[in-house]
């Protein structure tokens, strides 16, 4: 239980009660820079989105077809939209009511485990792309057989993945048909970027997980 002044607090069946350290990230690291950000300019960009579990719910409602895995102690991630005044518990100092359905993985001894139902994915980039040093940063390029390069910068594939995390499976489905390393297709759009322990990794819900580079063969 979560005690404020005399009385004691539980979260909503569909929320969870984090520590964070505030709203906003007003510092961004640049090598060994630190510089102050205005968190109103992509507002996105800046906020927080990860935060230690103060407290959960006795009960989730059936519909969210979750069965409840987190532990107070645990560091979640969250989507950008979960933290803003309205969601500040009153009387407290950095507690904030998430939406268990905005949760998106948590980590515990180290291990990053997706939430039933989401799974974690790595940018795919094609086999014949190089990495190189222009101007003392790392490349990504396209080069022909002779070591001319025909094209820098090179995106990462917006139809394939690596999948690297795979939580349990929301109450009544199934087992999604992949495993950890599979090359994954996934439906369009669905490689919504968010920074986990230091690592950039797509967020996506099982569902949109098409079919694997096994099966196109």
């Not at 993985?105 to 997706?114: H, N, T």
Request: aromatic share 10%.
């Amino acid at each position: 239980m979560l005690f404020i002044g005399s009385a004691t607090m539980t979260p909503y069946q569909v929320s969870v009660l984090v520590k964070c350290k505030g709203i906003y990230d007003y510092i961004v690291k640049t090598g060994s820079l630190e510089l102050y950000v205005d968190p109103l300019y992509k507002q996105g960009a800046h906020k927080v989105t990860s935060g230690t579990v103060v407290e959960i719910p006795m009960h989730t409602p059936d519909w969210l077809r979750i069965v409840p895995e987190l532990k107070s102690g645990d560091k979640i991630y969250f989507h950008y939209n979960s933290l803003d005044e309205d969601a500040l518990v009153p009387e407290t100092d950095g507690i904030f009511s998430i939406l268990y359905d905005m949760i998106f993985c948590y980590v515990r001894d180290g291990e990053i485990v997706p939430i039933a139902g989401k799974c974690l994915c790595k940018p795919y980039f094609d086999p014949d792309i190089t990495e190189i040093e222009i101007g003392g940063q790392m490349v990504k390029c396209k080069m022909t057989k002779s070591g001319i390069i025909k094209e820098i910068n090179v995106r990462h594939s917006l139809k394939r993945a690596i999948l690297t995390h795979i939580g349990t499976q929301l109450v009544g489905e199934t087992k999604p048909d992949v495993k950890v390393g599979d090359i994954v297709y996934y439906a369009i759009n669905a490689d919504f970027e968010n920074v986990i322990e230091g690592d950039t990794y797509f967020v996506m819900d099982q569902e949109v997980l098409l079919m694997t580079e096994e099966a196109t063969n």
